[in-house]
């Protein structure tokens, strides 16, 4: 098995990571773990026989998105924030995570940096204003997207917020052995729910079938969702995947479909890229910085732009094959956490060395 670490002069930095039960064992951004050799934060044994009532009494513990994970990491975190020095401490999701360091941080007592990384929309951060006060109190805060970047300029000097792309395991999600674009029936891939303009997921796939009933369509979201869907043939909606099945799914489609509202960035959009599947996907939040016209269809929230350019890249196999070649080019020599994990590091050094 291959060293996938790729900097040996973190050792100072410390890594605290909040777990999501959607995120499987290759995707989300813990997967900086295995590229960076860093300290990783847990969550103490001893914290969690201290009933729930007795932990959130303390001051300031309750709050959304600040879970009882966040708090006994954070708790347990306090000695090596005061104690230590010339460390950095680099929480992966600012909006779950923090409480206690930027306090620390702002009061002065820390002699160490501590930085974290935002992936919520501006317009939902805006409405947190727990989540903004305490980014003021960073050293630095990281974005997965320049349009958090214009939302944290009102608050931090530029030099103080990076923007570094989310990433993905190009090794793990990668493109079949071979791919038949010149099939007759063709299988489309939704993925995910966050953020998802579903009504419109809905009748592009009703458009879709009427034009022709040699489409196959696989969804993958909460099953809270299922019942858009109700009615539709030839649509298996699916709630719980591992990771091997998921990789097939990209793997066996002809055309991954991404009807987002808004977004930062979009795990699903980059593990289609890495399996080199063509991607259709709506123009909105920082999918531009992800993806352009040579790799990705980018089309309005609209149903019948949508549909109409659907149609057309089936119709043109060569195209598909096209964009899906140049979006796994894009993924492997730009988003691969190893490339992810090398800008970080200019991050870290700039931060350690201000």
């Known amino acids: ?71 006994e990491t954070e708790l347990a975190l306090i000695p090596s924030l005061v104690f230590s020095r010339g460390r950095l401490f680099h929480f992966l999701y600012g909006e779950n995570s923090l409480k206690i360091a930027p306090a620390l941080n702002s009061c002065g007592w820390i002699a160490n940096r501590v930085i974290a990384t935002y992936h919520q929309l501006p317009s939902v951060l805006s409405v947190r204003p727990r989540i903004t006060v305490l980014a003021t109190q960073l050293d630095a805060v990281i ?36 791919r038949n674009n010149a099939r007759d029936d063709f299988e489309i891939l939704s993925v995910g729910s966050n953020y998802r303009n579903l009504d419109l997921h809905a009748s592009v796939i009703r458009n879709l079938t009427k034009w022709s009933t040699r489409i196959h369509f696989t969804v993958i979201g909460d099953d809270y969702y299922r019942d858009y869907y109700r009615g539709i043939p030839n649509l298996d909606y699916r709630t719980s995947i591992t990771d091997d099945d998921l990789r097939v799914c990209y793997q066996r489609s002809d055309l991954l479909l991404l009807p987002l509202k808004d977004a930062t960035a979009c795990n699903a959009l980059v593990e289609g890229m890495a399996c080199g599947v063509p991607i259709v996907v709506t123009n909105v939040g920082g999918v531009s910085e992800y993806v352009d016209a040579s790799c990705a269809a980018l089309v309005p929230q609209d149903s019948h732009a949508m549909s109409d350019v659907t ?21 492997v020599t730009e988003l691969d956490w190893s490339q992810i994990a090398r800008e970080l590091c200019k991050v870290y050094d700039l931060v350690m060395g201000r």
């Open 1 to 71: 098995m291959k060293n996938n670490r790729v900097f040996e002069s973190q050792e100072k930095v410390v890594l605290i990571d909040h777990r999501f039960r959607h995120h499987g064992a290759h995707s989300g951004y813990k997967q900086l773990s295995r590229y960076l050799t860093c300290s990783i934060a847990k969550s103490p044994s001893f914290l969690r026989f201290v009933p729930d009532k007795v932990l959130y009494r303390l001051p300031g513990m309750s709050a959304l998105w600040y879970d009882r994970e966040s708090v």
């Open 311 to 331: 149609i057309e890249l089936l119709r043109q196999p060569t195209i598909r094959s096209g964009l899906g070649l140049r979006a796994r080019e894009r993924a």
């Open 143 to 178: 974005v997965v997207s320049a349009t958090q970047a214009s939302y944290f300029n009102r608050l931090l000097s530029p030099d103080r917020i990076h923007v570094v792309r989310h990433g993905v395991d190009a090794e793990f999600f990668r493109p079949p052995d071979d």
